[in-house]
């Protein structure tokens, strides 16, 4: 999973990291994830022993939470999109979008809580390490960008490719060639989207110059919850038109899928629900 460093998870980029895991080794990976997210956490500064322990703490929890809370509806959900009609798939690649939002909700509000309490415990010198550290992801992401030589709808492309391949659909070249004919509609907003990231880091790190101050905690609580509405009314118009044109391509994708498609794609589904049942039947007996 491509997680963005601003404390922010992307829902349907989640769900597909939680999946993947769930199946690369069973229940092996995933039962990982704590660290995985206690270690990216402890990127962001020189945290002391006790910080440390908090974290570790926040991850197992969150993990604890995700099995209990979570997982059961993802299951839910993959036996819906087991049973979906590639003549009528609009509903179901709809109702996938709409879970994966809610998973990045809940996610959010997991960890916003939980980091503005961990926030008020920060040094000066941790605060600046932080701001340093969103500065070096920054710098990281442009130097990645120039050296990728795809142009952007080649790169959209190549996700699209990619990402129906971890569902078991191997697109053939006349879709392709659909989906490219299709994503000329689609509207560039990398660099708005980078400048209103770069916009909200700063005034993140502002803000939590200022964490012994008095209203800190509704401050900054309001400050995350923006998070969900960033850009003018222009840019979160081209956000949905890029959606729409998205659960076009996947319903295009499902519509002309042949038989070979189709049982790649159950078989994957039942890959992922085999290793969900493991994961949930060992957290009972737990």
């Known amino acids: 999973m491509k997680v963005e460093k601003i404390f922010k998870f992307n829902g349907l980029s989640l769900m597909i990291f939680i999946l993947s895991s769930c199946s690369i080794a069973g229940s092996f990976v995933y039962e990982r994830l704590d660290n995985y997210l206690a270690n990216y956490f402890k990127e962001f ?59 990045f909700t809940r996610t959010n509000d997991y960890f916003k809580e939980r980091i503005i309490t961990f926030s008020k415990g920060l040094s000066e010198e941790q605060i600046i390490q932080i701001g340093l550290h969103f500065d070096e992801l920054s710098q990281e992401r442009e130097e990645e960008n120039k050296k990728d030589k795809k142009g952007y709808k080649e790169r959209l492309l190549n996700n ?26 689609h ?33 900054m609580n309001e400050y995350f919850n923006s998070l969900n509405n960033l850009g003018n ?30 049982k790649g794609f159950t078989r994957t589904l039942e890959i992922y629900l085999k290793s969900i049942n493991r994961i949930l039947s060992k957290r009972q007996v737990k």
Do not use: C, H
Request: no cysteine.
């Open 45 to 103: 500064a020189e945290f002391t022993k006790e910080q440390n322990r908090e974290i570790d703490f926040i991850s197992e929890e969150y993990l604890n939470w995700f099995s209990e809370s979570e997982l059961p509806k993802i299951k839910l959900l993959l036996e819906d999109l087991r049973k979906l009609d590639s003549n009528n798939s609009e509903v179901s690649v709809k109702l996938a979008f709409e879970k994966g939002e809610e998973i």
């Open 233 to 262: 009314k222009e840019f979160r118009a081209k956000v949905d038109k890029n959606e729409k044109l998205a659960i076009e391509i996947i319903n295009f994708v499902f519509l002309t899928a042949d038989e070979k498609q189709m």
């Open 187 to 219: 509207i560039e907003i990398a660099e708005e989207w980078y400048e209103l990231r770069r916009n909200w880091t700063e005034d993140f790190i502002r803000l939590l110059k200022r964490n012994k101050s008095y209203g800190y905690e509704t401050q």
């Open 160 to 185: 699209y490719l990619s990402g129906f391949e971890r569902i078991g659909i191997d697109l053939r070249d006349d879709q392709l060639e659909k989906i490219e004919l299709k994503l000329r509609l």
